[in-house]
């Protein structure tokens, strides 16, 4: 059965959700304000800089007296430092609102329980992980960034229905439609990075750029540890900000990207490379689009031992599968 507390926070995730174009590389929440069982005042944090999703619905409440014998309901725990904005944990606090319910807590360092500690120091009644898993998920890469200290890893590639993704001889074969290639484009938008082996970079010459989808390119990352990219490739082109890493170390290149505060990183090839992350350990989600194309031979797409089936969805002939590590 759903309690009141889930209904409201299913919202907070609702909203929240709202915030998924803007308020990247801060992670998205949402926020309501509950009185005598009336929500009246919502927030979602609209764009990275911006007034966070409590000072929104905060903000939102017309009669502001009515606080003082609200709930708040937030999907993330509120913050308590000084960045871009005010901490929100002391907005709540002058607002002399007595309950606050917390889906969950916020890893990154400055504020990772300093937050709730501010709030319950001042009296106000908090509790903590309703709806926590669904709050997580709603923030992974956010929640991996600072919790891993590494990007959000997604292995993507697509294969024949027999499992291989190219010839033998190593050449390309087009498995994707006009629709499932402006799909990948989307999901291009939705990283912050988009990596390739050095075997693609060379003999594919990829643009890896966003063109069939608005929104923001994002960065390119190969590897070349012998310096035998030649300078005619698109990845060199200047077009596009790239970075290419002259070590073969995935441990040492996700440091770097985190450095940079790169959040999510796409993967798109070649088999050596996924083999290399999936070996590693270093993945996150796996998405692997079927054509009903068969090869009968050609280069084996890499193992997905140790994940599971998360969704499948059909785009026409072609299936795409979502893969999860076992938990």
């Known amino acids: 059965m759903t309690t009141e507390d889930e209904r409201y926070m299913r919202r907070c995730i609702q909203l929240a959700r709202c915030g998924e174009a803007g308020a990247a590389p801060n992670p998205m929440v949402g926020a309501v304000v509950v009185w005598q069982g009336q929500i009246i005042g919502e927030g979602y944090h609209r764009k990275c800089g911006g007034p966070h999703a409590e000072v929104n619905a905060i903000r939102s409440v017309r009669q502001q007296e009515l606080l003082q014998e609200s709930t708040l309901y937030v999907s993330l725990e509120p913050c308590a ?24 807590m916020d890893p990154f360092a400055k504020v990772n329980g300093l937050g709730v500690k501010k709030m ?3 009296g106000i009644h908090v509790e903590v992980g309703v709806l926590e898993q669904e709050c997580l998920r709603l923030n992974e890469r956010f929640i991996t960034f600072h919790s891993k200290h590494r990007p959000w890893i997604t292995l993507k ?48 010459n990829p643009t890896l750029t966003a063109r069939e989808w608005q929104g923001k390119h994002p960065l390119r990352v190969t590897i070349d540890r012998h310096g035998a990219l030649p300078d005619t490739l698109h990845l060199k082109d200047g077009s596009v900000p790239t970075r290419i890493y002259e070590t073969g170390n995935l441990e040492e290149i996700l440091s770097d990207l985190h450095v940079l505060g790169i959040q999510s990183l796409l993967v798109e090839g ?23 194309l068969v090869l009968g031979e050609g280069i084996p797409a890499a193992s997905l031992g140790g994940a599971v089936l998360e969704s499948e969805e059909l785009f026409g002939a072609n299936k795409v599968c979502l893969y999860r590590p076992k938990s």
């Open 270 to 292: 070649g088999a050596a490379l996924h083999r290399a992350f999936l070996e590693a350990g270093l993945w996150d989600e796996v998405r692997v689009e079927i054509s009903p």
């Open 81 to 104: 430092h000084y960045g871009k904005t005010p901490p929100c944990a002391d907005l709540i606090v002058s607002c002399r609102i007595p309950r606050v319910v917390v889906g969950c």
């Open 157 to 204: 590639w697509a294969q024949s229905a027999d499992g291989f993704i190219a010839r033998k001889d190593g050449s390309a074969v087009a498995f994707s439609t006009a629709l499932t290639q402006m799909l990948v484009h989307r999901i291009r938008t939705r990283h912050q990075a988009i990596m390739v082996g050095t075997h693609t970079a060379m003999w594919d």
């Open 120 to 122: 319950r120091d001042a």
